[in-house]
């Protein structure tokens, strides 16, 4: 059997987006883009699809009604006053209590890297790729805050001009309060000086962990020994390098499986896994169940049409 190539397994899934519903357009690095919840979510009957942006960050704030976050692990209810951090290619998909209200900034991940802003953002390197909720039922100072903020980013976005300094420090301030509040379940053990060390070895991680590289090969492309960089990753993290390198494979297998139509064997293959039968032991292994127990419950299915 050949390897799933990614165009099959978009043909069969879930598919990859700049904004939900627009393919085929290019995303420029200061883009910034916001709208009200009812502005997309009642032309998709208030629910959007399974779908990921490959190099957008998405920050959504629920301000009444409620949503249902299906994303690759769990599906999660929320209510009103919430908030929900997607980071870039995280598939995700939401069902919209008709008539929610609320708030949906997007911005081109390049400028969550941005070196003016990386400082202000520490926060968000420590969510992942998955997305993540929270409820702000008990913070009425951040809903206040948030909602606030995204009203004026709204009158300076409509405005019209360039992303410039007032509307990057407005967006940083967005995205600053939001990481706090999703991360305060998370030890970012500041101060520690492994936090550059770490986001790269994220970095590498996204780009080759299909090719399922040696630790100390990715240490090597890091200018460091395998030695400093498990220290690293087990102070910031509590985990070793390879484990994060293993949540990563976790994490794109629950997609595939949840999201796309592509059969086991061609997700394993996908993955790198020269073996579908091994893959299956890893998954099983890491997760507690077997990829078509995951499968069975947590495949996505659209609503009924009437």
């Not at 590498?204 to 200018?223: C, K, N, S, V, W």
């Not at 499986?257 to 091994?278: K, N, R």
């Not at 099983?284 to 609503?303: I, V």
Request: hydrophobic share 45%.
């Amino acid at each position: 059997m050949q390897p799933a190539t990614l165009s099959d397994m978009q043909a069969k899934g879930f598919s990859r987006y700049t904004l939900y519903g627009e393919k085929g357009i290019s995303l420029p690095p200061e883009f910034v883009h916001l709208e009200r919840i009812r502005d997309r979510a009642t032309l998709h009957e208030w629910t959007i699809e399974p779908h990921a942006h490959p190099q957008m960050l998405q920050f959504l704030l629920l301000q009444s009604g409620g949503v249902t976050l299906h994303g690759e692990a769990a599906s999660q209810r929320l209510d009103a006053p919430a908030q929900v951090i997607v980071p870039p290619s995280c598939v995700h998909a939401f069902r919209f209590d008709a008539g929610a209200e609320g708030w949906v900034l997007s911005l081109a991940s390049y400028l969550a890297n941005d070196p003016r802003l990386v400082g202000l953002l520490q926060g968000l390197q420590q969510i992942g790729g998955s997305a993540v909720a929270a409820s702000l039922s008990a913070q009425s100072q951040t809903i206040e805050r948030l909602g606030w903020l995204l009203a004026d980013l709204s009158s300076l976005l409509g405005q019209g001009d360039a992303v410039g300094p007032a509307v990057l420090a407005q967006v940083a301030l967005i995205l600053a309060i939001a990481a706090q509040a999703a991360s305060h379940d998370h030890d970012t053990r500041n101060g520690s000086g492994h936090e550059p060390l770490v986001a790269r070895y994220r970095s590498l991680t996204e780009q080759y962990f299909r090719d399922h590289l040696p630790i100390g090969q990715y240490a090597a492309m890091l200018g460091t020994t395998a030695s400093t960089l498990t220290r690293a990753t087990r102070l910031l993290t509590g985990k070793p390098p390879a484990e994060i390198l293993h949540d990563r494979l976790i994490l794109e297998a629950r997609r595939n499986l949840a999201f796309s139509g592509a059969s086991v064997a061609q997700i394993a293959y996908s993955l790198g896994f020269a073996d579908p039968a091994y893959f299956a032991r890893f998954f099983k292994a890491r997760t507690g169940q077997t990829a078509g127990a995951f499968r069975k419950e947590r495949a996505w299915t659209s609503p009924p049409t009437a």
